[in-house]
């Protein structure tokens, strides 16, 4: 029988509330399996209570948005685990990616009680545990400098004020990044397991989630007009790979410095800066997809 552990953060904006875990819960159960909840007491708790409690389950579940991913994504510095998404949040870009629908639980509940699963690779940036991207240059910049109020009133709206002020101000900071076949100078690059970035645009279109290599997409020329260009093909959804300032590189690891700082974003949310290392984890995720 399966034993499903279903996380949730009660302090986030994107929060289902204890009804509606409530219903998914007695969902799962009339499924005949069965199912707990635990809702985390701050930053870190997820990650903490899964490590100490694994053993007792089948499946987590995740239900809430990219961050809380992230964290439970930690758990393959370990082992293998089955993965299932309740889609919420500001963003859930690997809902996207795999096409599990927002906003409908009970939809959402039947794919994760279901036997078809994606194998991911899951990565590190010194250390800290990523599974969809880490990026660097003006959208890391942007990410780190948001304003959190405002992105509680706007959502996603706030990254494009906080990247439209960042592209005013921006200074381009170059940096070397050395992987397995060589080196390359950039002043932004993103390094991705998956294809999606910012929800439905394409940053990666040979993305191959478990071959235990990652593409690094990076600006050969990092002028600012080059950034416009990028975004409107971006939004257009075109195949930035076509670009002519635009290589990508498929590497089993990297290794990234500046001649100063620069922050790096993983899976949506700050705290990195170079120099950073980015390497595979031991375990893989078996998420659950339609």
Same mark, same amino acid.
């Not at 990026?135 to 910049?141: A, F, I, M, V, W």
């Not at 992105?151 to 101000?169: A, C, D, H, N, R």
């Given at each position: 029988?399966?034993?499903?552990?279903?996380?949730?953060?009660?302090?986030?904006?994107?929060?289902?509330?204890?009804?509606?875990?409530?219903?998914?819960?007695?969902?799962?159960?009339?499924?005949?399996?069965?199912?707990?909840?635990?809702?985390?007491?701050?930053?870190?708790?997820?990650?903490?209570?899964?490590?100490?409690?694994?053993?007792?389950?089948?499946?987590?579940?995740?239900?809430?948005?990219?961050?809380?991913?992230?964290?439970?994504?930690?758990?393959?510095?370990?082992?293998?685990?089955?993965?299932?998404?309740?889609?919420?949040?500001?963003?859930?870009?690997?809902?996207?990616? #795999? %096409?599990? @629908?927002? !906003?409908?639980?009970?939809?959402?509940?039947? =794919?994760? &009680?279901?036997?078809? *699963?994606? /194998?991911?690779?899951?990565?590190?940036?010194?250390?800290?545990?990523?599974?969809?991207?880490?990026?660097?240059?003006?959208?890391?910049?942007?990410?780190?400098?948001?304003?959190?109020?405002?992105?509680?009133?706007?959502?996603?709206?706030?990254?494009?004020?906080?990247?439209?002020?960042?592209?005013?101000?921006?200074?381009?900071?170059?940096?070397?990044?050395?992987?397995?076949?060589?080196?390359?100078?950039?002043?932004?690059?993103?390094?991705?397991?998956?294809?999606?970035?910012?929800?439905?645009?394409?940053?990666?279109?040979?993305?191959?989630?478990?071959?235990?290599?990652?593409?690094?997409?990076? #600006? %050969?020329? @990092?002028? !600012?007009?080059?950034?416009?260009?990028?975004? =409107?093909? &971006?939004?257009?959804? *075109?195949? /930035?790979?076509?670009?002519?300032?635009?290589?990508?590189?498929?590497?089993?690891?990297?290794?990234?410095?500046?001649?100063?700082?620069?922050?790096?974003?993983?899976?949506?949310?700050?705290?990195?800066?170079?120099?950073?290392?980015?390497?595979?984890?031991?375990?893989?995720?078996?998420?659950?997809?339609?």
């Amino acid at each position: 029988m399966k034993n499903f552990i279903i996380i949730a953060n009660p302090n986030s904006g994107s929060y289902l509330g204890l009804n509606k875990i409530k219903l998914l819960q007695n969902y799962i159960t009339s499924a005949k399996c069965n199912a707990d909840y635990y809702l985390t007491e701050g930053p870190g708790a997820a990650y903490s209570y899964l490590k100490e409690n694994i053993d007792k389950y089948t499946d987590v579940i995740a239900a809430g948005g990219d961050g809380l991913i992230n964290e439970i994504s930690g758990l393959a510095q370990y082992q293998n685990f089955n993965l299932g998404l309740i889609p919420c949040g500001t963003a859930n870009v690997l809902a996207k990616e #795999f %096409k599990i @629908p927002e !906003k409908k639980i009970l939809k959402a509940a039947d =794919i994760i &009680l279901g036997e078809n *699963k994606t /194998i991911l690779d899951v990565w590190s940036a010194n250390d800290r545990p990523f599974l969809l991207f880490i990026s660097g240059g003006l959208d890391s910049r942007a990410v780190e400098n948001i304003n959190l109020g405002l992105k509680k009133k706007i959502g996603k709206l706030s990254y494009v004020y906080s990247f439209l002020k960042e592209f005013i101000f921006y200074k381009i900071n170059y940096c070397k990044i050395q992987h397995d076949t060589g080196t390359v100078a950039t002043g932004q690059f993103f390094i991705s397991n998956i294809g999606k970035y910012a929800g439905d645009y394409i940053i990666n279109p040979y993305a191959k989630y478990s071959d235990g290599k990652i593409e690094l997409v990076y #600006f %050969k020329n @990092p002028q !600012k007009i080059k950034y416009i260009s990028f975004v =409107i093909n &971006l939004l257009l959804k *075109k195949n /930035i790979a076509k670009l002519d300032f635009i290589d990508i590189v498929s590497s089993e690891y990297f290794k990234i410095s500046c001649d100063m700082a620069m922050p790096v974003q993983f899976d949506g949310e700050n705290g990195l800066h170079t120099p950073i290392t980015v390497k595979k984890l031991s375990g893989k995720i078996l998420l659950a997809v339609p």
